[in-house]
């Protein structure tokens, strides 16, 4: 016969596992980010015609930033975006979301600092 406390540390154990699962996966993963943004790439390098896809991906991404960590955790992943990059044009970046209608609370640039 099993342990009734072994069983009941393992049913603490399976609780915590279930609870915390969402939790641990709120953040915003650079994966999501690239994927959305990845529209965007030829745009914020040559200027011209603004993809609808562009400006979906960075809706997308608004909304699913609800916390300040997935805020922060986007801007983190953006920095690195535009940073290993090569040809961003930074004028472009940074208008990127006022010209499809989003608010965002950081400048898209390689020195944002995504900890304020």
Request: proline content about 8%.
């Amino acid at each position: 016969m099993a342990n009734p406390l072994a069983l009941r540390l393992a049913g603490l154990v399976l609780l915590c596992m279930v609870v915390g699962a969402p939790i641990a996966q709120a953040a915003i993963t650079c994966g999501q980010v690239t994927t959305r943004l990845g529209p965007c790439i030829n745009y914020v390098k040559t200027g011209g015609a603004l993809p609808p896809a562009c400006c979906a991906g960075i809706k997308a991404l608004r909304a699913a930033a609800k916390t300040t960590a997935d805020t922060q955790a986007a801007c983190k992943c953006i920095k690195s975006a535009v940073s290993a990059i090569p040809g961003i044009n930074y004028g472009i970046a940074a208008g990127l979301p006022g010209k499809c209608g989003v608010s965002i609370p950081y400048k898209i640039s390689p020195s944002t600092d995504c900890s304020t």
